[in-house]
C-alpha cells in the first residue's frame, strides 16, 4: 500500500499570506487516492519519514511557515510517539511544526505533551472543538495547556448542522479570547465564510477557497 501527504494552506487573512500547511495522509488504492480507514494502520515513524519528503518536496515555501501534523488518540496514548514528534522536529528545522490533537486528551497527556512540546519550540493544537470527542466539556481542562484552536464547519455541514455554526463560533471565539488562544477557522468556501470570519475576528482560515488538498 502506497501512502503520501497532501498538503493544504492555512492563510494568514491578514495580508493575504500562506501562515502554514496541514498535511492530511492519504493512501493509494484502486487507481485513487482515499481517506485511511485507520490512521494508525501506518506507523508513525513511516508517517514523520513521509512528512520530511513532504517538506523537502515544499522546499523554500515551508521555510519559517507551520506545518499542522495529526495525532489520533492511540498515537497520543503511545509512549514512543512523543519522542519521533521530537526528533521530526529536529530535522525539519526551520519548519515550525504543530501537533494537532484530534481526539480529546486526558489531562495528563495534555499536561505532558504541552510541556515537551514548548521545550522544543512546537505549538499544541485542539483540533475540530464544538464536534466528535473534542466538546467544551471534554477538553476545557486541556484549554490553559494548548496555543490554538480550531474550528471546522465542514463537520457541522456534513451532519446537517450548518444552522449552528454562527452560534457556535461565537461560544468558540469567546473561549479562544479567554484563554489567549490562536484561532483556525476551516471549511472557508466563499465569500459569505470570510464574512463570517471577518465578523468574529479570525484571522487563519482553511478551507477550499484557498485550495483542496493537493499533493506537495
Known amino acids: 500500500m502506497t501512502y503520501k501527504f497532501f498538503v493544504q494552506p492555512q492563510v494568514n487573512e491578514t495580508d493575504h499570506s500562506i501562515y502554514g500547511y496541514?498535511?492530511?495522509?492519504?493512501?493509494?488504492?484502486?487507481?485513487?487516492?482515499?481517506l485511511p480507514t485507520n490512521f494508525s494502520e501506518?506507523?508513525?515513524?513511516?508517517?514523520?519519514?513521509?512528512?520530511?519528503?513532504?517538506?523537502?518536496?515544499?522546499?523554500?515555501s515551508v521555510t519559517n511557515k507551520?506545518?499542522?501534523?495529526?495525532?489520533?488518540?492511540?498515537?497520543?496514548?503511545n509512549p514512543?510517539?512523543?519522542?519521533?514528534?521530537?526528533a521530526l522536529k529536529k530535522r525539519l528545522n526551520p519548519s515550525a511544526l504543530t501537533i494537532e490533537l484530534t481526539d480529546a486528551p486526558t489531562l495528563e497527556e495534555v499536561q505532558r505533551?504541552?510541556?515537551?512540546?514548548?521545550?522544543?519550540?512546537?505549538?499544541?493544537?485542539?483540533?475540530?472543538?464544538?464536534?466528535?470527542?473534542?466538546t467544551y466539556e471534554n477538553i476545557k481542562?486541556?484549554?490553559?495547556?494548548?496555543?490554538?484552536?480550531?474550528?471546522?464547519?465542514?463537520?457541522?455541514?456534513?451532519?446537517?448542522?450548518?444552522?449552528?455554526?454562527?452560534?457556535?463560533?461565537?461560544?468558540?471565539?469567546?473561549?479562544?479570547?479567554?484563554?489567549?488562544?490562536?484561532?483556525?477557522?476551516?471549511?472557508?468556501?466563499?465569500?459569505h465564510d470570510q464574512d463570517l470570519a471577518a465578523k468574529f475576528g479570525i484571522k487563519i482560515h482553511q478551507g477550499y477557497l484557498y485550495g483542496k488538498p493537493m499533493p506537495a
Do not use: C
Open 22 to 34: 496541514e498535511v492530511l495522509l492519504r493512501k493509494h488504492q484502486k487507481d485513487t487516492w482515499t
Open 42 to 60: 501506518i506507523s508513525l515513524n513511516e508517517q514523520s519519514k513521509l512528512l520530511e519528503q513532504t517538506a523537502a518536496a515544499l522546499k523554500t
Open 66 to 77: 507551520v506545518i499542522a501534523f495529526n495525532l489520533n488518540h492511540d498515537q497520543i496514548e
Open 80 to 86: 514512543l510517539t512523543l519522542g519521533t514528534i521530537v
Open 113 to 134: 505533551y504541552s510541556i515537551l512540546l514548548h521545550q522544543n519550540d512546537m505549538q499544541l493544537v485542539l483540533d475540530d472543538v464544538g464536534t466528535g470527542t473534542n
Open 141 to 191: 481542562d486541556a484549554l490553559p495547556y494548548v496555543d490554538q484552536i480550531k474550528f471546522a464547519m465542514q463537520n457541522l455541514r456534513m451532519s446537517g448542522e450548518a444552522n449552528k455554526i454562527p452560534e457556535l463560533l461565537a461560544f468558540w471565539t469567546k473561549i479562544a479570547r479567554e484563554y489567549r488562544l490562536d484561532m483556525v477557522l476551516e471549511g472557508v468556501e466563499d465569500q
